[in-house]
């Protein structure tokens, strides 16, 4: 799929542009992408999935997890990432190391208490200068899987488009449908069975934990995350409710089979059916 179909497909406005408006935004936003940081969550364990090895590394089709997830963003443009690193953080540190990814630039935050995770190494790296607070950023984690190579610099266009029409600071990019992982069983009043459906589409949005925020945003994850609280703290229960009521946050849906979740050996082995 080109970029100026995804265009059309995602960004509810651009349906009405010209082919030369959309072929300018898209080389706009080549510039934007080289501004903006990835921030990438690595320090997951795979042990849910039987693996002694740290979740981003894990092989898929010839290459990793990370391998996947640092081509898309580097194909549309991205050339600045900052790694959260926690579980078995040599590991990742050493895989990094090893590569040169176009010339990219590199930042490593470490779990300086070795469990905080999450939100709090969101924060973490905030206070410590490893996320720039200056500049827009992206999150997002290997195990989520796109199948639109250019989604990242698409999803970008729509995030800035929608601050500048709304005022928002944060967007979600989020599945249109979602396909529950089980059958569903249609009943009568009486409770007999009426039909079954087999794991069907439900039409909600549905969270593919790729957000982009403004550097305004950055505040809330300084003012509500405590860093001594015991345990981890996810932002999306802190931070993310907060925006939203606010209404600082837009969605950018995607078609909902264009995105694959990685938690279980079961979902690894139809990813690797499903990608080359």
Request: charge should be neutral.
């Amino acid at each position: 799929m080109d970029s100026t179909t995804d265009f059309l497909s995602i960004v509810p406005w651009v349906v009405n542009m010209s082919l030369k408006v959309l072929l300018d935004m898209d080389l706009s936003m080549d510039a934007e992408a080289g501004k903006t940081q990835v921030v990438l969550a690595v320090g997951g364990e795979a042990k849910r999935m039987g693996l002694d090895i740290p979740k981003a590394l894990i092989p898929l089709n010839g290459s990793t997890l990370l391998d996947r997830c640092m081509d898309m963003f580097l194909g549309s443009g991205f050339r600045e990432f900052v790694f959260l690193l926690g579980y078995e953080d040599k590991k990742i540190t050493e895989y990094l190391d090893r590569f040169d990814f176009r010339g990219a630039k590199i930042t490593k935050s470490y779990d300086y208490a070795k469990g905080i995770a999450k939100g709090k190494a969101v924060k973490y790296a905030l206070e410590n200068g490893k996320i720039d607070a200056n500049k827009r950023s992206v999150f997002a984690w290997p195990d989520d899987i796109f199948l639109q190579n250019d989604l990242p610099k698409t999803v970008l266009a729509a995030h800035m488009e929608a601050s500048r029409r709304f005022g928002t600071i944060a967007s979600e990019v989020v599945a249109s449908a979602f396909r529950l992982p089980a059958g569903v069983v249609n009943v009568d009043e009486r409770g007999v069975v009426t039909s079954f459906e087999e794991q069907p589409l439900i039409p909600i949005r549905a969270s593919t934990g790729m957000r982009i925020f403004d550097p305004a945003a950055y505040s809330y994850f300084i003012d509500l995350i405590d860093l001594n609280k015991p345990g981890p703290i996810e932002f999306e229960k802190v931070v993310m409710p907060i925006l939203a009521a606010k209404r600082k946050v837009y969605a950018i849906p995607i078609p909902p089979d264009s995105w694959l979740q990685i938690n279980t050996q079961k979902e690894l082995e139809q990813a690797k059916k499903m990608i080359d």
